[in-house]
């Protein structure tokens, strides 16, 4: 079995990817997991034989990807939320422009509209992710095909929480052992090998920082920019 936890970066994705991990163990499920940037993507399959069981986290639905997504075997989640939300969470992480940052939105929801092509997708919002994470553990163990206790599902919102992932980032910011290093052109990041979380990782975790962190310029141009894809996501387009 092959589980994808895929999305747009700052979406959940990780908050995804540790539900899963999380129900995978505690259900005595055997797997192996990995963390991959575009061009690790496809090393990744090039060398998969689906022998093993594999959660992998990526934010890229490159042509490896969309060829396992309709296989039985592959079980495929994917997280957005408001684009503009994903520019201020962008500029936050990694120092970047609001210009460089409207563009890597603008590629990272390509990604997006390739994933809206296949039936299979389990489609996660941020904002309800947020509102109901007890409701989406459930679900999401329902689409493993494994049933979870309530008291099981409680348990694992409480170590996948804002507040755990807040003391894991830290934890990773202290640590020498079992991390990795990510680079950009801007910023070194120290991310956990376990939890894939990394020493910058959580802010708010709100929805709609793109009224309070954006100038009225770049809430009018955003919202200008992504107007259609607000409207299809169903994201209000007041600035």
């Known amino acids: ?25 505690r259900k005595q499920v055997p797997f192996r997991q990995v963390n991959t940037n575009y061009p690790e993507t496809t090393a990744f399959f090039s060398g998969y034989d689906y022998s093993d069981n594999v959660l992998l986290h990526a934010h890229n639905v490159l042509p490896p990807v969309q060829q396992a997504i309709p296989r039985k075997d592959v079980i495929t989640f ?18 970047y422009t609001f210009e460089k940052c ?9 990604q997006y509209r390739t994933a809206r092509r296949f039936k299979r ?9 947020l509102a109901a994470p007890e409701a ?12 979870l206790p309530l008291t099981v599902v409680a348990e694992i919102e409480k170590v996948t929480s804002l507040e755990a992932h807040k003391k894991v980032m830290k934890d990773v ?5 079992g991390v990795q290093v990510r680079r950009n052109p801007k910023r070194t990041l120290k991310e956990s090998t376990k939890h894939f979380i990394n020493d910058r990782h959580i802010q708010s975790g709100r929805s709609g920082r793109w ?6 310029d770049q809430r009018r141009r955003s919202t200008e920019h992504f107007k259609e894809l ?6 209000a387009l007041e600035s």
């Open 121 to 129: 997708i389990m489609f996660i919002p941020y904002d309800h992710l």
């Open 102 to 110: 409207m563009e890597l939105a603008e590629i990272s929801f390509a």
């Open 173 to 177: 910011a202290r640590a020498t052992e």
């Open 230 to 235: 607000l409207i299809e996501l169903g994201y």
């Open 211 to 216: 009224r309070r962190e954006m100038s009225p």
């Open 1 to 25: 079995m092959l589980v994808l936890s895929l999305g747009v970066p700052r979406s959940g994705t990780i908050l995804v990817f540790n539900v899963l991990r999380e129900i995978l163990t």
């Open 136 to 147: 989406f553990i459930f679900q999401i163990a329902q689409r493993l095909g494994l049933f």
């Open 78 to 95: 994917f997280n957005y939320r408001d684009p503009r939300d994903v520019v201020v969470s962008m500029m936050r992480l990694h120092d």
